[in-house]
Nanobody, 120 residues
Framework: QVQVVESGGGLVQPGGSLRLSCTASGSIFSISYMGWYRQAPGKQRELVAG???????SYGDSMKGRFTIFRDNAKNTVSLQMNNLKPEDTAVYYCNVKDRGDYRYGYDYWGQGTQVTVSS
């Protein structure tokens, strides 16, 4: 089994900062990618940020310049530093883990999500 656990969500005022962390553990072969997605009520899920094991980063358009993703391959951990948070950032943030798997299969895992609320 593989567990994906997120932490760091909470309530923050507009303009504030928050750091999310995600750790994968269990029967992992080799992680190729870890990333964050978010979904707010009534909105579609969208990419927040992602990073490959080689360090290639990607960001959603509205996150560029405010959010930064970090990785620790040895610990199978990814963190998301969120600065200058806005009310529209309010959402459930989900961690996505892509495992290279064996010769035949790759694996895709998701955490249960952590709530981020930006409000005064």
């Amino acid at each position: 089994q593989v567990q994906v656990v997120e932490s760091g969500g909470g309530l923050v005022q507009p303009g504030g900062s928050l750091r999310l962390s995600c750790t994968a553990s269990g029967s992992i072969f080799s992680i190729s990618y870890m990333g964050w997605y978010r979904q707010a009520p009534g909105k579609q899920r969208e990419l927040v940020a992602g990073i490959t094991s080689g360090g290639s980063e990607s960001y959603g358009d509205s996150m560029k310049g405010r959010f930064t993703i970090f990785r620790d391959n040895a610990k199978n951990t990814v963190s998301l530093q969120m600065n200058n948070l806005k009310p529209e950032d309010t959402a459930v943030y989900y961690c996505n883990v892509k495992d290279r798997g064996d010769y035949r299969y790759g694996y895709d895992y998701w955490g249960q999500g952590t709530q981020v609320t930006v409000s005064s």
